[in-house]
């Protein structure tokens, strides 16, 4: 196909997802004499009738608004293929996802700070950008951790003034399996039972490319990206379009990708920036040799349980006609707490020496002290049975918990399926690979069997759980085997995928691709260890922070 030149801009965002969108508004804000073009997989997702409501959410999944991305068979999920639910279209996942605003620990920000030598990236580093991001929605929160002025609005359960009737007697049963409620977990110190804190702003979905406003950007949507185009310095003058368009850069000028972290690592290798070998493969030109592109993906793996309410006439869950009162609507999932907490010490450390054996890159560190490894909750509602051959009623007579592992030491890759940008890459998040995975794994559904099953507020809830076929309700000191089974079983992903385009490897600290010019990526692809967060909060403050780097280290812009 003949190539159409179709113009040059000093900035060309490939990618108009969460952190696509906030680099391109902020930098016009800036600098309103930029020319700034983002260029958009996807459609103008504003126009969808089920964008906006919390309980329309579900029906996103598998539409037009999603990628809908099947991983490679899992070996340790009984060689399962996962569904990868990702945003298509402007605001990218921030468009489709549950909402819920989770900072993480301040202490694994630290450590990627110390990994890639750069302060920036601690947790006080970021701290500014948390703040720059966020309306928070206490007004007499704590003014060191939260910001008030920023375009995202937050809410908790109260604020929002939903008053679930089983907010009592969950809170109570998490106490009683030793946790302390605690009032901010969005202050980097997050273990403990908090309030769920989400970015519905009064029960309305905040669409990254509307509050962040996109004036005067060049938008253009529905658009692959073939490649970036590099000249003979490894300097980015461009980009090429699967149809054939081309925009170009203006001298001076920089593309960042900002595709998230399934696509960025494909646009890379596609551009001829990855690991020769797996280029040569397609008979891409090596231009940039950075084995790492693709590799260190990590993600949360999340587990389900559900169970038969004792007496679901009291129309405590979600499905019975008594389920109802003041702003249940404005919020989802159903739930009241989210609990973050670590595991044994010893434990881990046993399970990190048998890795230790098979890798040396196991991080002893994690046993160290107690980082958050856990993240827990109880959902008024039961949803995704299906997924391990479950067939339960929305009637409100059943409940569900959720848990994930939120460090795990497991590590999978993206690799090209072929040279075709329209072919979905190889997605493998290699999940529940190690000891200390399935140490951790195990440990989080032993701490739900002693919440549903050994504390009174439990037992008095719950009459049974619901389980699969050929399988039996597992206490707390059920043996690792049957635990285990249950996990590969219905292990699926928390949709918090990072790690592809690792700072320290693949990128620098200044987000800059390593061995060329003009070339940065903004996404969750850049973060190069798990956080025990959800990460639309970190990709916030990641794409804040990258807007002033630009701007010190490009004054020409």
């Given at each position: 196909m003949a190539t159409e030149e179709t113009g040059a801009f000093d900035i060309i965002i490939v990618g108009g997802g969460l952190a696509g969108c906030v680099v391109a508004s902020r930098l016009r804000q800036r600098k309103p004499a930029l020319s700034v073009l983002v260029i958009e997989a996807g459609d103008d997702l504003s126009e969808n009738p089920h964008i906006y409501s919390p309980h329309k959410t579900a029906l996103l999944l598998g539409s037009d608004a999603d990628w809908k991305y099947m991983s490679a068979p899992q070996t340790n999920l009984n060689g399962r293929s996962v569904y990868y639910q990702a945003g298509k279209g402007l605001s990218g996942s921030a468009a489709v996802n549950m909402g819920g605003w989770v900072r993480g620990d301040a202490q694994e920000y630290d450590q990627w700070a110390d990994l890639v030598s750069d302060r920036r990236w601690s947790y006080s580093g970021l701290l500014p950008y948390f703040k720059r991001t966020e309306n928070y929605h206490n007004r007499h929160g704590d003014r060191e951790q939260h910001g008030f002025d920023g375009p995202i609005h937050t809410s908790s359960v109260s604020s929002s003034g939903r008053q679930y009737p089983l907010r009592e007697t969950t809170r109570q049963a998490w106490c009683n399996v030793g946790l302390k409620v605690i009032a901010d977990a969005n202050n980097g110190r997050p273990q403990g039972v908090a309030e769920l804190v989400s970015n519905w702003r009064d029960g309305r979905r905040q669409l990254t490319s509307e509050v962040y406003p996109q004036d005067?950007?060049?938008?253009?949507?529905?658009?692959?990206?073939?490649?970036?185009?590099?000249?003979?310095?490894?300097?980015?003058?461009?980009?090429?379009l699967a149809d054939g368009r081309t925009y170009s850069v203006r001298s001076g000028g920089e593309v960042i990708i900002s595709a998230g972290a399934l696509r960025t690592p494909q646009i890379l290798l596609l551009s001829g920036i990855g690991d020769s070998e797996q280029l040569s493969k397609h008979k891409i030109p090596a231009l940039v040799h950075l084995p790492d592109v693709g590799r260190n993906f990590h993600d949360h793996l999340m587990v389900f349980r559900y169970w038969k309410l004792r007496e679901p006439e009291k129309g405590v869950a979600f499905g019975s006609p008594l389920f109802k009162g003041p702003n249940f609507e404005k919020g989802v999932p159903p739930e009241d707490w989210l609990v973050t907490t670590t595991v044994s010490s010893t434990g881990l450390q046993s399970a990190l020496a048998k890795d230790e054996n098979r890798s040396d890159q196991v991080d002893q560190s994690l046993a160290d002290r107690p980082h958050s490894h856990l993240e827990l909750t109880t959902i008024y509602a039961a949803f995704g049975g299906e997924l391990i051959g479950l067939n339960i009623p929305v009637d409100?007579?059943?409940?569900?918990?959720?848990?994930?592992?939120?460090?795990?030491?497991?590590?999978?890759?993206?690799?090209?399926?072929?040279?075709?940008?329209?072919?979905?890459?190889?997605?493998?998040?290699?999940?529940?690979?190690?000891?200390?995975?399935?140490?951790?794994?195990?440990?989080?559904?032993?701490?739900?069997?002693?919440?549903?099953?050994?504390?009174?507020?439990?037992?008095?809830?719950?009459?049974?759980?619901?389980?699969?076929?050929?399988?039996?309700?597992?206490?707390?000191?059920?043996?690792?085997?049957?635990?285990?089974?249950?996990?590969?079983?219905?292990?699926?992903?928390?949709?918090?995928?990072?790690?592809?385009?690792?700072?320290?490897?693949v990128v620098d600290g200044s987000l800059k691709v390593r061995d060329t010019q003009g070339l940065r990526v903004v996404d969750a692809s850049v973060i190069p260890i798990p956080l025990a967060s959800h990460y639309q909060v970190a990709v916030y403050a990641i794409a804040e922070q990258a807007v002033d780097i630009i701007l010190q280290e490009n004054p020409s812009l």
């Open positions: 005067g950007v060049k938008i253009v949507t529905n658009a692959l990206v073939q490649r970036v185009i590099l000249d003979s310095s490894q300097t980015a003058t461009g980009v090429e409100g007579s059943a409940i569900m918990n959720f848990y994930m592992g939120c460090l795990p030491t497991s590590r999978g890759s993206i690799t090209l399926k072929s040279v075709d940008p329209g072919d979905a890459p190889i997605i493998d998040p290699n999940f529940y690979a190690t000891e200390a995975d399935q140490f951790v794994m195990r440990a989080g559904w032993r701490l739900l069997s002693r919440l549903m099953l050994e504390t009174p507020e439990g037992n008095d809830l719950v009459a049974e759980e619901i389980v699969p076929e050929g399988h039996r309700s597992l206490e707390s000191d059920a043996p690792d085997n049957l635990i285990d089974a249950r996990i590969r079983m219905g292990g699926m992903t928390a949709s918090h995928f990072a790690g592809t385009a690792s700072m320290g490897s």
